[in-house]
T-cell receptor, first 117, second 117 residues
Framework: GAVVSQHPSWVICKSGTSVKIECRSL??????MFWYRQFPKQSLMLMAT?????????EQGVEKDKFLINHASLTLSTLTVTSAHPEDSSFYIC?????????????FGPGTRLTVL | AQTVTQSQPEMSVQEAETVTLSCTYD???????LFWYKQPPSRQMILVIR??????QNATENRFSVNFQKAAKSFSLKISDSQLGDTAMYFC??????????????FGGGTRLMVKP
């Protein structure tokens, strides 16, 4: 099956620093990837759509200058949390879509737990 | 815009028994996909089952099956012969089938399922 990886799986940083999270599709290409944020015991909230070769599309209320997204290649998207603060602490998950047998499915990375001190 | 509603925040079932998780959705689209994803304590999102809206036949995957009622906009998940490893958060999700594979998922709020020995 399709595999999506994320790195790092967890990160602890000091307030004011920037953190980069990588999302890779390991065995397929993805011109689009999605970034979600999940708070404890809650559902996934879409933050932005990452587009290879063009600017990301952000959901309403998500600060584009705070959460920088770069889709550098057909297999890699990065999310950089700039000047992180404790309220940015959360679980971040990426997904990549794949069409198999004429049907579409989204495959998810294992997530990254960010803790900002 | 699409909405997905899961009316059961928590459910429990005895091992080997059958349980049904409910999901309703609202959309004006005619062509779409519906999914059930499982999120165990590891927080990795795992695809359980997928249903294409144009298919009248209900999808099945081993012990997992759905009851898809397009007119009623209902999409329930039945887990037969429940196992301890089924304990997880279950999310119902909607995805439009428009253009390529790069469409976003809209998630329900989730149902926490506990399988008791």
């Amino acid at each position: 099956g399709a595999v999506v990886s994320q790195h790092p799986s967890w990160v602890i940083c000091k307030s004011g620093t920037s953190v980069k999270i990588e999302c890779r599709s390991l065995d397929f290409q993805a011109t689009t990837m999605f970034w979600y944020r999940q708070f404890p015991k809650q559902s996934l909230m879409l933050m932005a759509t990452s587009n290879e070769g063009s600017k990301a599309t952000y959901e309403q209320g998500v600060e584009k200058d705070k959460f920088l997204i770069n889709h550098a290649s057909l297999t890699l998207s990065t999310l950089t949390v700039t000047s992180a603060h404790p309220e940015d602490s959360s679980f971040y998950i990426c997904s990549a879509p794949l069409r198999l047998a004429a049907a579409d499915t989204q495959y998810f990375g294992p997530g990254t737990r960010l803790t900002v001190l | 815009a699409q909405t997905v509603t899961q009316s059961q925040p928590e459910m429990s079932v005895q091992e080997a028994e059958t349980v049904t998780l409910s999901c309703t959705y609202d959309t004006s689209e005619n062509n779409y996909y519906l999914f059930w994803y499982k999120q165990p304590p590891s927080r990795q999102m795992i695809l359980v089952i997928r249903q294409e809206a144009y298919k009248q036949q209900n999808a099945t995957e081993n012990r997992f099956s759905v009851n898809f009622q397009k007119a009623a906009k209902s999409f329930s998940l039945k887990i037969s012969d429940s196992q301890l490893g089924d304990t997880a958060m279950y999310f119902c999700a909607f995805m439009k089938h428009v253009g390529g594979a790069g469409n976003m998922l809209t998630f329900g709020g989730g149902t926490r399922l506990m399988v008791k020995p």
